[in-house]
């Protein structure tokens, strides 16, 4: 099936011809649905803080940055933004010439209220010689839109999400790679130093880091710190072999193999090499105005808090497993933790044999764990949390996207449509053991959790295989905890009008 020019192009990738072999028998087989036992909820799987708690927890968190730890911000900005202004394509694309749409007749009549409005006038001047205002009158619209998105103007329909101007402020409109680096310096800076890591794509890659430099002075001058900013690119050894309809390997009209992007899910390659005690993550585009920051922090030094707290407990409990010296009531109080505190159980535990049980403990206890914000559900898409069952038999939280659930299972989809609370991708994460070295991720990962999508190429359809998602099935054999954080903590921004909620303005 492979020929000579394909294990070329596969080993320049760094991908074994096993790897593809693999692959290709997925699209034969597709991946098999979760078993669930329920949606989580408070008191079920998902903690909710009283003021008196998250009072400890920030404190907590305090004392763990001033201790020295190193602490890293993770910020996935790969992908140009081109989702963002689909509607904007389509009307620039459109047999109409004015705002039809009530998705175009909202661009148009708060235009002013972007922040990139300033920038846009301008790019109109330049283009046309004509202000925003003017075009407008003239019924020239689809030339606004088109100064926004194409390469001759500002070019947002290819710009990275991380690049676009999100929010305005009286010093200067910010983009989201700004609000990040402020995150850091308010909740992430450890004696004196914001450590953020951006991943981002190879085609963009030299004008995030000139960008970055250009505005990482004045953020570190304001909050009076210095940042470690650092970059990577998602692996090409984590590139995926497209197929067609007959699971055969697709080829390019050249003849080479046709392989897409792994998804988000490849970024573990690039997360396990942070060198960090605790890593934050948290998605590009959910970001707010400093005046609304405040519960985006309180609830990341929770969440922080509450990790170095369940961190500590497992790292004593593996010590002193570890001696081999400790009583039945300490055995008890152990088993109380994994299943209570990090929601991990197992229901025939009673049956395992002392040593089994030893092992068992350590199994669970010495691996990555996270904490987990989510939110009450209003109808946003995302993942959903719940307790799932694992391929060992233990029940423990996952957070699932609907395409991991049997649509046929009557019980599961109404587990997924009544979920009280999704996630909005913010996650805190501990990746040493209690020795203090770095834990292997990959090897955490569930192979199982992989996603099968359709696409098309030159007008031809074709399969594309997503690998497990980076919070999904890559974090599938950590301990997790989920807690549940305002509303207020999510902003996502997945259309160009969403930067006129008032989370934005």
């Known amino acids: 099936m492979m020929n000579e020019q394909d294990l070329k192009q596969i080993k320049e990738k760094g991908i074994s011809e096993e790897q593809i072999q693999v692959q290709l028998n997925q699209f034969k087989t597709g991946f098999p649905f979760l078993k669930l036992e329920a949606a989580a909820a408070v008191g079920k799987g998902i903690v909710a803080p009283n003021d008196e708690e998250r009072k400890y927890y920030c404190n907590l968190w305090e004392s763990y940055k001033a201790s020295g730890h190193q602490i890293v911000k ?246 002193l497993l570890e001696t081999g010296n400790y009583s039945h009531e300490q055995l008890e109080e152990i088993i109380r933790f994994v299943q209570q505190d990090l929601c991990c159980r197992k229901y025939d535990i009673k049956h395992l044999e002392d040593a089994e049980l030893v092992i068992y403990l350590k199994k669970k206890l010495n691996r990555p764990m996270r904490i987990c914000g989510v939110v009450k559900n209003v109808g946003e898409p995302g993942g959903g949390p719940f307790l ?35 996630n909005p991708v913010d996650l805190v994460c501990a990746v040493r053991d209690y020795k203090g070295n770095p834990f292997c991720l990959p090897e955490f990962v569930d192979k199982t959790t992989g996603f099968i999508s359709s696409k098309s190429k030159s007008g031809r359809e074709l399969k594309a295989l997503e690998l497990p998602g980076l919070w999904n099935g890559a974090m599938s054999d950590w301990n997790t905890v989920f807690v549940e954080v305002p509303l207020t903590t999510f902003n996502p921004v997945k259309t160009v009008n969403d930067l006129l909620r008032e989370q934005h303005q």
Do not use: W
């Open 74 to 319: 993770f910020v996935p900005a790969s992908g140009a933004a081109s989702r963002m202004f689909k509607d904007m394509f389509a009307f620039a694309d459109a047999d109409y010439d004015v705002p039809t749409t009530a998705f175009e007749k909202k661009y148009f009549e708060s235009i002013e209220k972007f922040a990139f409005y300033d920038i846009l006038n301008d790019t109109c001047k330049q283009l046309y010689g004509k202000t925003i205002d003017i075009l407008a009158e003239e019924g020239g619209y689809k030339l606004i839109a088109k100064a926004m998105l194409s390469a001759d103007g500002m070019n947002y329909g290819q710009l990275p999400k991380g690049m676009l101007l999100f929010h305005s402020y009286d010093e200067g409109a910010r983009t989201p790679m700004e609000e990040h680096l402020v995150e850091g310096a308010l909740y992430a800076a450890s004696n004196g130093k914001a450590r953020v890591h951006f991943t981002v794509s190879h085609e963009h890659m030299e004008m995030f880091k000139q960008r970055v430099a250009e505005k990482s002075d004045i953020y570190a001058k304001k909050y009076g710190i210095t940042f470690d900013i650092t970059f990577s690119e998602q692996k090409p050894s984590t590139d995926t072999i497209a197929a067609n309809a007959d699971n055969t390997p697709f080829r390019n009209d050249d003849g080479s193999l046709l392989f897409r992007p792994g998804g988000h899910g490849a970024l573990i390659e690039n997360l396990n090499e942070i060198d960090a005690d605790i890593i934050f993550i948290k998605n590009i585009d959910n970001v707010v105005p400093d005046h609304l920051k405040s519960d985006t922090v309180e609830y990341k030094q929770v969440l922080a808090g509450m990790l170095v707290d369940l961190q500590s407990k497992a790292f004593d409990y593996l010590k």
């Open 388 to 422: 799932t069952y694992n391929q060992d038999g233990t029940v423990s939280l996952q957070i699932l996207e609907s395409s991991q659930i049997d649509t046929a299972n009557e019980e599961y989809m109404k587990m997924f449509k009544e979920g009280t609370h999704f």
